[in-house]
């Protein structure tokens, strides 16, 4: 078993299962995550406990296939023990390392703007692959990951006990020690899973990607959209927004002549009332594979004017990493393509 994929929890197990203290696996932990050690004689365990903790585990980290670096952005292609690859993305920002991970290799969600459908949905990223990309980063740049986006390739909640099982990893007090409330989880929208993520006792952040504000729209951007349409999917993101206390961000990649009239904003507004919602404004990225164009700059104002007239909360995302490829939806489609 790779130690990078084992929770708090399941080492605690492991370790009463084997006759020890399970008091232990917090002490692999900060030693793992806090001091970075490699190698479990590190730990000063007694021989004997260094052996097994060796025969049942190894380190396996992915490796670097490639590494760009810009001012703010910089990317990592990492190849997995099966010879596929995935990409990480590091922004560098006032407050902190924040770092975009993959959840899956490939995506089976086709939505028509995104780059990372096109690839196809290869297989899951297991916990120890997730958790690796941060290590990778940390070890790569030296920074410490201090926010995490769940929003790189794959769709999260197709892989749902991988991802929360990493969640659990990087928030473990003893280890990386990421706060619930700087990761956040992105969903096209799979309803059942909103509804079991709102159990977990510990949610981190839920955003949704929206994209448009009717379904007739909707349908036409994201397959997602037949099978759990606006209603419902407003109905669970409400759920959660009241069983986690959580504010809930809706996702709007603004598609120039698509989805960025102003009546659209006013149906945005509509559709969100007074639920514990905000919108955030996505610039498009042009990918060569499909025909939309980025939004202008007063379309844009006009839209975001809207919602403000309308005191629905709003924020526009700052366009991170277009120069690297590394902006959404273009992770790892450009390796692809070579
Ligand atoms: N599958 C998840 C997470 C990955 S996509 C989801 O759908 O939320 C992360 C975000 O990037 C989503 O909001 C997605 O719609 C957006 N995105 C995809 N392609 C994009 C593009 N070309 N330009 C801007 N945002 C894009």
């Known amino acids: 078993m790779n130690i990078y994929g084992m929770t708090l929890t399941a080492l605690r197990d492991h370790l009463s299962e084997r006759g020890e203290n399970p008091a232990k696996s917090e002490i692999i932990f900060d030693g793992i995550y806090r ?47 099966d010879g596929e690859f995935v990409e990480t993305v590091l922004m560098r920002q006032s407050f902190g390392a924040c770092v975009c991970v993959s959840t899956q290799v490939g995506c089976a969600m086709g939505c028509a703007f995104c780059q990372s459908g096109r690839l196809k949905r290869r297989r899951d990223l297991l916990p120890e692959e997730i958790v690796g990309q941060i290590l990778a980063i940390q070890q790569s740049f030296g920074v410490k990951v201090t926010g995490v986006s769940v929003m790189g390739i794959g769709e999260p909640f197709d892989n749902f006990d991988n991802v929360s099982a990493f969640c659990d990893i990087i928030t473990a007090g003893k280890g990386l020690a990421v706060g619930e409330s700087h990761i956040t989880i992105s969903t096209c929208g799979l309803v059942p899973e909103i509804y079991r993520y709102a ?44 069983k986690a206390n959580r504010r809930v961000t809706m996702e709007y990649i603004m598609l120039s002549g698509v989805n960025d009239e102003p009546q659209y904003a006013q149906q945005l507004s509509e559709l969100i009332g007074d639920r514990n919602f905000y919108v955030n404004i996505i610039p498009y990225n042009p ?52």
Do not use: W
Not at 52 to 73: K, N, Q, V, Y
């Open 199 to 242: 159990e977990l006792s510990h949610p981190c952040n839920l955003a949704i990607s929206l994209h448009a504000p009717n379904d007739a729209l909707r349908d036409t951007l994201m397959p997602i959209n037949r099978r759990y349409p606006l209603a419902e999917l407003i109905k669970a993101a409400e759920h959660f927004s009241v």
């Open 287 to 338: 990918t060569e594979a499909d025909s939309f164009e980025k939004s202008s700059c007063e379309r844009i104002m006009a839209f975001y004017d809207v919602l403000k007239k309308n005191n629905i909360g709003v924020t526009m995302r700052r366009e991170f990493g277009s120069e690297l490829k590394a902006a959404c939806g273009q992770l790892s489609a450009a390796h692809d393509e070579r």
């Open 35 to 81: 001091r970075g050690i490699t190698e479990f004689s590190q730990l000063g365990f007694s021989r004997r406990v260094t052996e097994m903790l060796e025969h049942d585990f190894t380190f396996g980290l992915p490796e670097i296939a490639e590494r760009l670096d810009s001012s703010d952005t910089a990317k990592l292609l990492l190849r997995l023990n």
